[in-house]
């Protein structure tokens, strides 16, 4: 399974940016799929993510500025972030999980990062 990011970028804060993440060579139905980021000199922290059904989870600090969708057909997931604030900069990785329908087994997928830098 190859993940490649797209849509990174340096901003102003206030500014927006959508980040776009196609997935190929996947062999099954997703379970979950979205965002992680990792700020400079931190741990890794979820963004946004959301789930074979539909659902999704954010990040406490994103919740109300960036929304997650996916689009199947393309079999890529978006991340569309609003009111940037300096806070926000970091590289950010797509996500992919799938499971394995005859084991049970989910096996996570990342991709290489995009970096984002908001200015203020």
């Known amino acids: 399974v190859r993940l490649v990011e797209s849509g990174g970028g340096l901003v102003q804060a206030g500014g927006s940016l959508r980040l776009s993440c196609a997935a190929s060579?996947?062999?099954?139905?997703?379970?979950?799929k979205g965002w992680y980021r990792q700020p400079p000199g931190k741990q890794r922290e979820l963004v946004a993510r959301?789930?074979?059904?539909?659902?999704?989870n954010y990040g406490d600090s994103v919740k109300g500025r960036f929304s997650v969708s996916r689009d199947n057909a393309k079999n890529t997931v978006y991340l569309q972030m609003n009111s940037l604030e300096p806070e926000d900069t970091a590289v950010y990785h797509c996500?992919?999980?799938?499971?394995?329908?005859?084991?049970?087994?989910?096996?996570?997928?990342w991709g290489q990062g995009t970096q984002v830098t908001v200015s203020s």
């Open positions: 060579g996947t062999r099954f139905s997703f379970t979950a």
């Open positions: 959301i789930n074979n059904g539909g659902g999704t």
């Open positions: 996500y992919l999980a799938e499971t394995i329908p005859t084991s049970g087994r989910r096996v996570d997928y």
